[in-house]
Antibody
């Protein structure tokens, strides 16, 4: 059974870079059947898709965040990562990683438990 | 502001049927993109409930069903149960951008 686990600092200072990693267990990030996504949810608000990556390194990002976002994949560690630069309080959110099933219209069938990131000095 | 609009809340008594609408436009649902639905219980990660408009993943009760027509989609819950109290989100694409609906809180009376 595939499981995803987010990790990274829970507190980031304004203007700095948020860095999170998602570790995949029970499956392979190198599978050609999936994309690997990052999604976030500000406190009390809805879900926002940040972007995703394919095992080859191909990416797609939400245009509203594209200038600040980098998603990368490390197949040797079975992980993929998120970097969000120049953060502000508006980036405070629970960050989820998820698996997109390509043949199911890129629906996200496995999610990490989420990690809370607070942007504050 | 999401391009997929859902009612903020719906409610029903145990055993009743409730529906949640997801209203889009010709650039998203109306363009032929699939609609997926997620259930988010309080304090937990979303769970895939319906994929490809009307397909239930293994383990999802058949009380949940999805449909799509034109520029809208719907999620129906029949035989409402207390454990169905949660937030529900539709998700599709808009000009190749993955987008979520505004979310609906289902309350079991």
């Amino acid at each position: 059974q595939v499981q995803l686990q987010e990790s990274g600092p829970g507190l980031v200072k304004p203007s700095e870079t948020l860095s999170l990693t998602c570790t995949v267990s029970g499956g392979s990030v190198s599978s050609g059947s999936y994309y690997w996504s990052w999604i976030r949810q500000p406190p009390g608000k809805g879900l926002e898709w940040i972007g995703y990556i394919y095992y080859s390194g191909s990416t797609d990002y939400n245009p509203s965040l594209k200038s600040r976002v980098t998603i990368s994949v490390d197949t040797s560690k079975n992980q993929f990562s998120l970097k969000l630069s120049s953060v502000t309080a508006a980036d405070t959110a629970v960050y989820f990683c998820a698996r997109d099933v390509i043949v199911q219209g890129n629906s996200m069938d496995v999610w990490g438990q989420g990690t809370t990131v607070t942007v504050s000095s | 502001q999401s391009v997929l609009t859902q009612p903020p809340s719906v409610s029903g008594a145990p055993g009743q049927r409730v529906t949640i609408s997801c209203t889009g436009s010709r650039s998203n649902i109306g363009a032929g993109y699939d609609v997926h639905w997620y259930q988010q219980l309080p304090g937990t990660a979303p769970k895939l409930l319906i994929h490809g408009n009307n397909n239930r993943p293994s383990g999802v009760p058949d009380r949940f069903s999805g449909s799509k027509s034109g520029t809208s989609a719907s999620l129906a819950i029949t035989g409402l149960q207390a454990e169905d109290e949660a937030d529900y989100y539709c998700q599709s694409y808009d000009n190749n951008l993955k987008v979520f609906g505004t979310g609906t809180k289902v309350t079991v009376l």
